[in-house]
């Protein structure tokens, strides 16, 4: 037994021994792509990358002070995007690592030319990241990823916390990973939405790191428009106001500010609360006359943000009559994106979704043309908004002032 033993444990430390990473990655071997772009030009993919220069974001120095720009940007093209990919080494002496690829960028050209050859490279590669969130760019994609941005020291680091930032904070935009895109692209309507990345301000990217060294910058990334893809090219645009009510019809709207005309007059909408809490469902119903509708039922509640009008919020009713305006104003915005999406003929609110979890016989008879027919559908809307909060004061700042004096 004692043999046994020994024998056993002489195994297990020369297995010990002998363990390490077969796939290990040297670090002064690779070149990390913290952002991808992708255009298309004279009948060529042109595939550009944001490659980081480790020693200019160490810890050690501050790459802004010391002039060394934290990324480069190259590129290189091809009659196919792998191609173009493959063809990187011929430039670079370090081999191309995506792990750490945040965002792809794709130009306005790719997205209306299709993206399933994007869509089939992620598929089948096992070294793409599903993670990475996409965007589209009216322009040229390329000078998205040249654009320094301030605080963060890495651009595809920023561009993508800033998407994930503005999904829980104002339910406009939701963050398109490939993955995401890929699973709404095989669905039963085969639409999603990806929000346009643009530069606003000075429409030369700030490229250079000396542009940081200033208290303001002459130009900034933010997000734009919703760009609606059909089966896989581009359908059109909606407004950032057409997005939210988007997120409101597909339940994806985790926190985000209503303004409201607290007098009921069309004046301006100087009222806002925030949205603590929303929940959305759907669902469908046909006619005799063979058109389908969608019951559509939101709950929501929030906090008052701003009151500006001269009421005590404690008259009787006056609080249930202000829920009931934002209510409408939740209601204005779900008519308005549905209105959007139909004149695109497009399904991106998920309706055929829920039709086919229903109806699924039903659904396999009108699934080839629904985008014709979605635009006939009746959408019945049902909102329901409750104030948890309204905060210290039953009046405006104004009227509390005046009643101290008094």
Known sequence: MYRLLTRSAGSLLILMLLGGCWNRVEMNEIGIISATAVDWEKGKWIVSYQMVIPQAISSQGNSAATGDA???????????????IGDASREMSRKLYFAHNQIIVISETVAKKGISPLMEIYMRNTDARETVSMFIAKGKARKLIEQMLPVEKIPGT?????????????????DMTMYRILLELLGPTQATGIPELEISGSK?????????????????????????????????????????????????????????????QGSKKDSSVIIGGASTKVKPEQRADGRWVMNVS????????????????QQPGLLKQEE????????????????AASRLKTDIVGFGKAISMKYPQQWKQIQKDWNEEFPETVLNLDVKFKLARIGFSNYTFKEAQSKTRK
């Open 70 to 84: 934290p990324v480069n940007v190259f590129s290189t093209e091809a009659e196919s995007i792998r191609k173009a």
């Open 204 to 264: 030369q990217p700030l490229s250079s790191v000396s542009s940081l060294q200033n208290t303001y910058t002459r130009a900034k990334i933010k997000l734009g428009d919703l760009g609606v893809i059909s089966g896989d090219k581009l359908a059109g645009w909606l407004t950032p106001d057409e997005a939210a009510g988007v997120m409101w019809l597909s339940d994806q709207v985790k926190r985000t500010t209503i303004s409201f005309d607290c007098r009921g």
């Open 324 to 339: 009931q305006r934002i209510a409408e104003e939740i209601k204005h915005g779900m008519e308005t994106s549905w209105k």
């Open 158 to 174: 920023a561009v993508q916390r800033l998407v994930e930032n503005e999904a829980a904070s104002s339910s406009v935009y939701p």
């Open 298 to 313: 939101v709950k929501a509640n929030g906090t008052l943000l701003e009151y500006t009008c001269p009421n005590d919020l």
